[in-house]
């Protein structure tokens, strides 16, 4: 687990991209973690389907803000179907190591609100037909 | 290491927990005791015997090992009253002190609180000593009101008898399981009787490190927990004044609380077995009798001169790293709290902080502590907290100390 603290994390944890808030977005979810505290919010901001920009805020441990601020960078240009879709694995390869099962809570936190914002808004969209 | 007086090294042996190294290959370094305690051989071994020698059910069977399951859970009744000072028809078994102040909640709290009423917290309550209050308020349209903490956690009694003004009840942690704050019974019982209201103290924090006497607290209810005072899990206590008991109505109901039932009416047993509906948790509450024969061997007064010896250690090595932004909350009085110390170190999270340690087989608590409110009026995030018991020595606050090296170090402070 030491090993997880590694230099990229420390640097997400201190200097975490897309930190702050959009001014206008399209789609946002909050969640929490009430075991540690951990809180994240996330915000997108969609182009025709496609995240345009996206903004993160919150508060909690290296592991939480950290891969939060990784998935930020991830999804920048994906379409929002795809991001609903984004597995856990898709953070474990951006945190780059194994994580121990009782902080896996903690990293999947952003994972959780990202895809809960991309879910909400898809569900609000009319039917193809 | 300062050399401790021998009698700590005997204890230890008797934790077998204590000899088991980590998958790392650490020796376990166990300052979690707050959380939930150890347990020696003596009381793992009195719920292996109790499972293989005499298990049956009690209060009904007539042949000879229900009698002795029987005899042997009355008796621990009687080995936790004398523990506490009390008579043994005052200890209810219940499984744990959440369940003990619930119990109190909804028996008492439903026949005595009315609307208008106030009852009395304080800051620092643990969720369980809070969030029944809140319901019992909500159920009744009583008052909560709060006894104030200042920035470092002491109490501030300053207004006591205006808080107490038109109060019912008083609940309130003897010690605090965020901070170790020790509450001066000694100050806010006598005022709470002198304006009326019934005293609960939350005792999960105080009967496993404080010497405890509930005739001498003239307590009205006194809680707490087996798992806390090297006890099982599962079993805890409700103590309560028999005139108090006498008069409450039942929790719970079912078998094993009542006198005679009849197909619409049912006439209940007197206190404490009007309150244990059910089978009870007959292995716990025997192997919780064999607990505090521990405790009262080792000797309560003991206990706590240790703990207090190995707090004053603590702080003052835990000071070291003030200037590497070790942040140290509570009162940094050894003689008003109880081993329980809370702290942050620079920008590093409590859970980060806690995993590094985890590393090196240290384990502590790490977040809001079932206290909630307090972190947020503290503005505390989380807070990463050490506590201590009987089996803990200044070898275990020099691992805490290295452990804080090594995360300086990953962190770069
Ligand atoms: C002060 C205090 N009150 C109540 C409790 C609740 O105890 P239990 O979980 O055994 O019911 C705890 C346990 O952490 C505590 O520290």
């Not at chain 1, 920048?76 to 902080?103: F, H, W, Y």
């Not at chain 2, 793992?44 to 009690?58: F, G, H, T």
């Not at chain 2, 005679?260 to 009007?274: I, W």
Request: aromatic letters at 8%; a negative charge; proline letters at 4%.
């Amino acid at each position: 687990m030491d090993d997880f603290y590694r230099d990229y994390i420390l640097d997400h944890y201190r200097n975490p991209r897309n930190f702050g808030h959009l001014e206008k977005s399209d789609a946002q979810a909050e969640d929490l973690n009430p075991l540690c505290g951990d809180q994240i919010r996330i915000e997108l901001a969609l182009d025709d389907g496609v995240v345009r920009d996206v903004r993160f805020s919150g508060k909690g441990c290296a592991i939480s803000q950290a891969s939060a601020s990784m998935l930020t960078e991830r999804v920048k240009g994906m379409k929002l179907a795809d991001v609903a879709k984004l597995s856990k694995d898709a953070v474990l390869e951006d945190v780059g190591i194994g994580i121990s099962p009782t902080r896996m809570k903690c990293a999947m936190l952003g994972l959780r609100v990202l895809r809960s914002a991309a879910i909400g808004e898809l569900a609000g969209w009319p039917d193809e037909e | 290491m300062i050399a401790t007086d021998g009698k700590t090294e005997q204890i230890i042996a008797d934790f077998p927990i204590l000899a088991r190294p980590t998958s790392r290959g650490k020796r376990l370094v166990y300052l979690d005791s707050a959380a939930t305690s150890q347990k020696p051989r003596a009381v793992i071994q009195a719920l292996v015997d109790y499972y293989e020698q005499y298990n049956a059910n009690i209060h009904r069977g007539v042949y000879e090992i229900a009698a002795r399951a029987t005899a042997e859970f009355e008796r621990a009744r009687v080995k936790l009253a004398r523990f506490i000072g009390a008579d043994a028809r005052e200890v209810v078994w219940v499984r744990n002190t959440t369940e003990a102040i619930n119990l109190v909640a909804y028996s008492w709290g439903n026949a005595h609180v009315r609307a208008g009423d106030a009852i009395l917290l304080t800051e620092l309550e643990h969720h369980s000593d809070l969030v029944p209050w809140q319901l019992l308020a909500e159920r009744t349209g009583a008052q909560l009101r709060f006894i104030p903490t200042d920035d470092s956690g002491r109490y501030v009694l300053d207004d006591l008898d205006a808080l107490l003004d038109g109060c019912k009840l008083v609940a309130c942690a003897h010690v605090s399981n965020t901070l170790g704050t020790i509450l001066p019974l000694e100050t806010v019982v006598p005022r709470a009787h002198a304006a009326g209201a019934v005293v609960l103290v939350d005792g999960a924090q105080g009967a496993p490190h404080l010497p405890v006497d509930v005739k001498a607290i003239d307590a009205d209810f006194y809680t707490f927990s087996g798992h806390k005072m090297l006890g099982p899990t599962g079993i805890g206590v409700l103590y309560g004044k028999h005139t108090l008991l006498e008069a409450m109505p039942p929790f719970f109901s079912g078998g094993d609380m009542i006198r005679k039932v009849e197909y619409a009416h049912t006439t209940f047993s007197d206190p404490p077995r009007r309150f244990e509906a059910g089978t009870s948790n007959n292995a716990d509450a025997i192997a919780f009798g064999v607990a505090v024969d521990y405790l009262h061997e080792v000797g309560m007064p003991w206990v706590r001169e240790h703990e207090r010896r190995l707090t004053a250690y603590a702080l003052e090595r835990l000071a070291g790293f003030e200037a590497r932004g070790l942040a140290i909350y509570g009162p940094r009085d050894p003689a008003t709290i109880s081993g329980v110390i809370s702290f942050n170190l620079a920008d590093v999270h409590a859970h980060d902080l806690a995993s590094i340690l985890d590393t090196e087989g240290i384990c502590v608590r790490a977040g809001h502590h079932c206290t909630m409110p307090l972190m947020e009026k503290m503005g505390w995030a989380a807070t990463a907290r050490a506590s201590f018991y009987i089996y803990n020595t200044e070898a275990d606050i020099d691992a805490l100390c290295d452990g804080l090296e090594k995360a300086a170090r990953v962190f770069g402070i």
